[in-house]
């Protein structure tokens, strides 16, 4: 019983760095910038005068700020969306015994091992539209040569689609993940189920709306809030592949951040945007975490 | 943690011959989307400057030329810019240590978190994983004016490798406990209990029964630490400002940015830069796909 004790404190002694570590450089530093928000910083030199929500007010009245929040609806959304739909696609294709899985399955994961400062550089290139002068270039020259010049764009140069271009090189780099999250979740359904379907005369079709898709809910979940936590944080594709554009076509509120905050020295700024990406963030992940933790623990 | 069954599954509906190839060529044509960045990747990096040109994009090289790579890796006096060889060395500086050292730390905290679990550990594991969801954008702030405020034996934190390996270290407990945690809970109670009766105490029972074991594990977190740590552009480009110590990321999106730089150049730029983790993922995709499913919690 007394080896019992020394040990248990051990234990806790072990888990303690960590636990102060991230209680000091992921709570305390989240409150002293909640705290930094609520002050006068605008320059480079610090002045912690409080001014109450002010910054929040400004923020929100701010038209740049606007269209950020506007540009990180429209690419959730569309993000979202293209990444589901593509990994469930080629995730019930990749389950019906291919030749060569493992390829198809390597080559859709791969651009989700590389930076998306790569991915954004290459597919600023890509997306390049060219001039109507000097010709076409990137995708829209392929589209040429394929005879499929009427699908041609202006792509990120042109404010209306802007922020879908971003949507298309982020999806190109993790629909890949949902792919493997949907081939996991069927490989994981008793092949009972489908043949009781298919002895009661279900079409495969039937199969996969009234069996298949009912469920993989619980992942189809995960992926929603895995990818649009990451969604809500997108940053480093849009440096690399677009800046904020015209007219902040591309602009995201990350983007805005860093901006604001390191060039511009809008300290009090730049950390009012970051509060609010925060609670976005944890109105998605906070019951996801809590729900996760919790159903583990009564296994 | 559930990876697909190598398996597929037994039965089948026996499909007919247009069904099969339908099926083949969706895969086959979502194939050829994602390698098609790769493909201009290619031989863009490998043509000789006398044929590079925008508008004959998706022409093949005339043969392989490294021009563009050396380039892009000693950088140009003449042109002025500089080559990615200082951030390449600076990425291998920073990520070696601070992988090896995550990894290590990770592993303490999953063998405590699993094994000796204390009254409120519950609570203090999800408070921790909350750390690897938050948008880096509400830290930053704080950890900049922490980094300039530390110096240890005359190493200053802020603008250094050694900074950023902190940095990493940090914001890295939470996966990497997440991944050992995990990985931990399925070694049976019985091994730990069997090596109690022997006479095994708390650095006993680690030393001699879990960590033998742990060998995929730490493959695993290792990989996981060295693709993203890799890949980071966000804590690289603020914590260091100063193009001698900046890591590869940051070197890329400079080179990119540069308008003098052709777009050969850096399209060989971007090569090198994703080309360490391309080649962890060829070689070891199946550890990769184990961290990506860890990485949505209950995988």
Known sequence: MRRLTWERVVSVLLITPSAIAIAIFVYGFIGW?????????????????????????????????????????????????SCLVIGLILAILLDQRIRGEGFFRSVYLFPMSISFIVTGVVWRWLLNPGSAELGSTGINLLFDILGLGFLKTGWYTDPKIGIVAVVIAATWQMSGYTMALYLAGLRGIPDELREAARVDGASEWQILRHILLPLLKPITLSAVIILGHISLKIYDLVVAMTGPGIGFSCDVPAYFMWDTTFRGNHFSRGASIAIVLLVMVAVLIVPYLIYSTRTEAEL | ?????????????????????????????????????????????MKSFAEVSLYKMWHPPSGVHFDSFIKAWFGSQEEGFRGLNVNFMNSVYLTVPATILSAMWGSINGYILSKWKFRGSDI????LLFGMFIPYQSILIPLVQTLQKINIFGIKLYGSIPGLILTHVIYGIPITTLIFRNYYANVPTELVEAARIDGANIFGVYRHVLFPLSLPGFVVVMIWQFTSIWNDFLFAVTVTSNPATQPITVGLNNLAGSYIVEWN?????????????????????????????AGSLKG
């Open chain 2, 1 to 45: 943690m559930t990876t697909p069954p190598e398996e597929p599954r037994s039965s089948e509906r026996p499909k007919t011959r247009w069904q099969r190839i339908l099926i083949y060529a969706t895969l086959i044509f979502f194939a050829l989307l994602y390698l098609m960045p790769v493909y201009v990747l290619l031989v863009t990096s």
């Open chain 1, 33 to 81: 910038t909640a705290y930094v928000s609520l002050t006068k910083w605008d320059q480079l030199l610090p002045d912690f005068t409080l001014v109450g929500l002010r910054n929040y007010q400004r923020l929100f009245a701010n038209q740049r700020f606007r269209i950020d929040l506007r540009n990180t609806v429209v690419f959730t959304v569309l993000f979202l969306i």
């Open chain 2, 265 to 293: 150049v850096q399209m060989a730029g971007a090569l090198i830069a994703a080309l360490p983790t391309l080649l962890v993922y060829i070689f070891l995709g199946r550890f990769f796909m184990r961290g990506l499913m």
């Open chain 2, 124 to 127: 203090l594991f999800p408070l």
